[in-house]
């Protein structure tokens, strides 16, 4: 019989943005609807969800499927005018663009180039969606503001059921390289708070434990960092 091997949480290893494991649920649906229009028929999209969603594993598993879509991020650290000419330097010979936004929100200098590359796309009519979790009050600039307002709007909403919501888990799990057992993802379901937001931080906790004590990854020691019930 061979050895049982130590499995341990290795969140800085690459990511795994697949459209495989990328969950479809109920939530899901109409948002997804929405993004394969938005793929052919072009127009100004923003994607939103008011607590995590993997709109960043989205993108990320669109780009593979889609190469004449181009997907870019920010760096805070340019000025406005330093942001929008590495954007459009980047997205210059791409048909589709997509931008990917950090949650919550943007400093002015970001917000700005926002501002201007939306009215880029607009000028060039190039098709681009805007992958943002942002409140409706911290949308700024003011010219930003009303632009992200006018567009179309892709919401995709939190999954409904314990069976979604473990699949969910699951997935984030499989990109994360750990297989989640089973009965610890019906004690989180059930012990925590039951949002995808508070139930990834556990996963987080869960890395920075293993991390530190470099520990066999059992039920029970999960349960024991999370103080959940045995």
């Known amino acids: 019989m061979m050895p049982m091997q130590q499995q341990f949480l290795h969140f800085s290893s690459p990511l795994k943005h697949d459209y495989r494991t990328w969950v479809h649920h109920d939530g899901t649906e109409m948002a997804c609807s929405k993004v394969a229009i938005w793929l052919t028929d ?17 993108l990320h598993a669109l780009v593979q499927e889609y190469p004449q879509l181009k997907r870019v991020e920010v760096n805070a650290k340019l000025s406005a005018i330093q942001q929008v000419a590495i954007w459009v330097d980047q997205l210059h010979d791409a048909p589709l663009w997509c931008i990917d936004l950090a949650a919550g929100a943007v400093a002015n200098n970001t917000g700005t180039a926002l501002f201007h590359l939306i009215e880029r796309a607009k000028e060039t009519q190039h098709p681009l969606l805007i992958s943002w979790r942002c409140r409706d009050v911290d949308l700024s600039p003011p010219e930003l503001s009303s632009r992200m307002r006018m567009m179309e709007q892709a919401q995709i909403m ?3 059921s314990d ?7 699951q997935a984030t799990g499989h990109q994360l390289h750990w297989d989640i057992p089973a009965g610890l993802i019906k004690v989180m379901i059930n012990h925590l708070p039951r949002n995808l937001n508070s139930q990834i931080q556990a996963l987080h906790r869960l890395e920075a434990a293993s991390l530190e004590e470099r520990a066999r990854l059992t039920q029970v020691w999960a349960k024991e960092k999370l103080k959940l019930p045995k």
């Open 158 to 160: 939190p999954p409904e």
């Open 42 to 58: 072009g127009g100004l999209l923003w994607l939103k969800s008011d607590e995590p969603a993997g709109k960043s594993h989205l």
């Open 163 to 169: 069976e979604d919501l473990s699949r969910v888990l």
